[in-house]
């Protein structure tokens, strides 16, 4: 019977024995190896608890964009039949050796794993689906009708899709930390020159998606869209309470200040206000995706 808990079985990967043993054989710097599983691990212990409410016996579940599988090899654990969807090629192939390594330390046999794009999905030879899932994803897909498109396809009547991913019609980047000129990335990239050279693959990897973009898509695959409220104000209390996804977002002097503010603005009760915001103007945006049921 399964008796470790998702903390022992993500610490185990961040342990120093792991990161020293894993950057050896994969031929990274040990730092840059702890950054890595520290910061997908992190991920993995908010994320992975949305997902499992949303899972029932006897899915079939297929995680798009699943980086160093964090997410998959544990709810494979729990005895869930999953797959993961994750490209070996592009600007975040570095994790490909990494995620093989993880995985084969898992203790189980790994899920499979699709090496194609989103866009590239077919259900003649990939399977069905009853919930697709992705965080921090979608704004990288290069194509997105194309993958939006494809998804549809592999997903059952009946089935859900959950997608967390920024709103860039709220006027900031999250992964270079920058506030954006309103659908002017180009504009954007001429104030911040230093900031968007330093991380160019990042910011060519962005589409810049918006919940309008997602409601027409939507729209155009036959699906039905739900935006979920007060994401917002829930990455602003993590901001507060999570030292590692603080570091990464508010670490450095400007950061900082920034935190204070967000801390005086809970104290007030201002968090409770952005749960009245309409989400589609609001980032980060968690997008529901149901395909109806087929009737005669």
């Not at 991913?165 to 230093?194: G, S, W």
């Not at 990455?235 to 590692?244: C, F, H, M, N």
């Amino acid at each position: 019977m399964e008796t470790e808990d998702l903390a022992a079985f993500l610490s185990r990967f961040e342990s120093d024995t792991f990161v020293l043993a894993a950057a050896e054989k994969v031929g990274f710097a040990p730092g840059q190896c702890r950054f890595l599983i520290e910061m997908f691990a992190n991920e993995a212990r908010t994320y992975t608890p949305i997902v499992e409410q949303r899972i029932k016996p006897d899915m079939k579940v297929l995680e798009i964009g699943s980086g160093l599988g964090f997410v998959s090899l544990w709810l494979a654990r729990r005895n869930v039949n999953v797959k993961q969807l994750e490209p070996t090629a592009g600007p975040f192939d570095v994790f490909a050796k990494l995620a093989t390594e993880i995985a084969a330390c898992s203790g189980r046999v790994p899920p499979d794993r699709l090496t194609i794009g989103a866009e590239d999905l077919d259900p003649a030879q990939h399977g069905t689906f009853d919930f697709l899932f992705s965080f921090n994803v979608l704004e990288h897909v290069a194509d997105l009708d194309r993958a939006m498109a494809a998804m549809a396809t592999v997903l059952v009547p009946g089935g859900t899709m959950l997608h967390c991913c920024p709103n860039y019609t709220f006027p900031y980047e999250p992964h270079l930390n920058i506030p954006l000129v309103p659908f002017a990335p180009t504009l954007t990239k001429r104030l911040f020159p230093a900031r968007i050279t330093a991380q160019k693959l990042v910011w060519d990897s962005l589409n810049f998606v918006t919940a309008r973009r997602l409601r027409r898509l939507a729209h155009r695959n036959g699906l039905e869209i739900e935006l979920v409220r007060g994401q917002m104000a829930g990455q602003i209390e993590r901001l507060i309470a999570d030292p590692i996804f603080s570091a990464r977002h508010l670490g450095n002097a400007s950061g900082k200040a920034i935190g204070a503010v967000l801390r005086a603005a809970r104290s007030m009760g201002l968090l409770a206000l952005l749960s009245q915001v309409p989400p589609d103007l609001l980032t980060p945006m968690t997008a529901i995706f149901r395909k109806p049921m087929v009737t005669s």
